[in-house]
């Protein structure tokens, strides 16, 4: 780890110490280490890993301006433990915003609302099953303004504007926005649904739209897509893109400490990809985990094979 690296480290956990003691809206340290022992086998070359799944180190606080404005902000890393550079440090969602009866408003590097509206849907996430494999839409980008309107009735409304000065946007502006119903971890609400839309984010027109819902132990999820290239990464225009569709479904039962996972994702023109797995919580920031994911590529001869065990802990 660099000087750079440790020097971030030690001030967050100092901060964080003196902030308890001393403020009544504490820093908060937290973050998780997701590291998995697998097989990946892409070309019909199967190679054993020990790698790490968007493990990540991060603080973040809020601060009460007046009764009716608070500030808030998140510094987050992601801590590849797998990285051989040992510069394993990288930026994930770093931003500064304020809140109040208005709404939030927030300025700098985020997930775009069109990545925020998909909830918990994707059971495979930071996985080898990620949805994002076949599906585009899922960005971070590091010029933006966000603002989400106050809940109405179980409703809010969001969006994100990403800056041309990004090295991501290929020189253009993009535009995301989302309509979300309901709670996305489904414990305020038994649905979670959205619709949203990208307009040249990251060089893509993205439609979505995202459902889940919890019957007992049985969660149920689904989504569809329209994604087609609307600019190359030279900021020019692309002429004659055709529209692609796809759609996943997934769903999920707790059996007292295990979850029993499966999905199935397919992308036109793409491919298609399938998964199964489960975990087991030793206890409420600790599981144990097991996954298979297929995938299919129309451009590939051999379909991509991934089987792993891992442990993620929480903090």
């Not at 820093?27 to 890993?49: F, P």
């Not at 608070?70 to 809140?99: C, H, I, M, P, W």
Request: proline share 2%; hydrophobic share 40%; with cysteine.
């Amino acid at each position: 780890m660099n000087v750079f690296c440790k020097t971030l480290l030690a001030s967050a956990l100092a901060t964080a110490t003196l902030a308890s003691a001393q403020a009544a809206d504490p820093l908060t340290v937290y973050g998780k280490l997701n590291v998995t022992a697998q097989s990946n086998d892409v070309d019909g070359d199967a190679t054993t890993t020990i790698q790490s799944n968007a493990s990540r180190f991060g603080v973040k606080g809020d601060f009460e301006l007046s009764p009716s404005l608070e500030a808030f902000y998140t510094v987050e890393y992601e801590v590849d433990t797998g990285d051989s550079a040992k510069e394993n440090f990288k930026a994930r969602n770093q931003f500064v915003g304020l809140k109040g009866n208005f709404g939030a408003f927030s300025v700098g590097r985020n997930d775009t609302m069109l990545k925020v509206s998909q909830g918990k849907v994707d059971q495979f996430n930071d996985l080898s099953g990620d949805l994002k494999n076949l599906f585009k839409g899922e960005n971070r980008i590091e010029q933006t303004a966000t603002y989400i309107t106050p809940a109405f009735s179980g409703f809010t409304l969001g969006v994100t504007y990403a800056a041309e000065g990004a090295s991501s946007q290929y020189a253009q502006d993009g535009f995301s926005v989302a309509a979300m119903y309901g709670d996305a971890k489904l414990k305020k609400s038994p649905i979670f649904a959205s619709v949203a839309y990208d307009a040249d984010v990251k060089g893509y027109g993205v439609v979505r739209a995202t459902v889940q819902g919890k019957i007992a132990d049985l969660v149920l999820g689904g989504m569809y897509q329209q994604q087609e290239a609307t600019y190359t990464k030279l900021g020019e225009a692309v002429v004659g893109a055709e529209s692609k569709t796809g759609y996943l479904l997934s769903a999920a039962y707790t059996i007292e400490a295990i979850v029993l996972k499966a999905q199935y994702q397919d992308m036109e023109d793409l491919g298609d990809s399938w998964s199964v797995g489960g975990d087991y919580k030793l206890g409420k920031p600790t599981k144990l985990f097991a996954f298979y994911t297929n995938r299919s590529l129309e451009a590939e001869v051999n379909d991509e094979k991934y089987f792993g065990f891992g442990l993620e802990h929480k903090f």
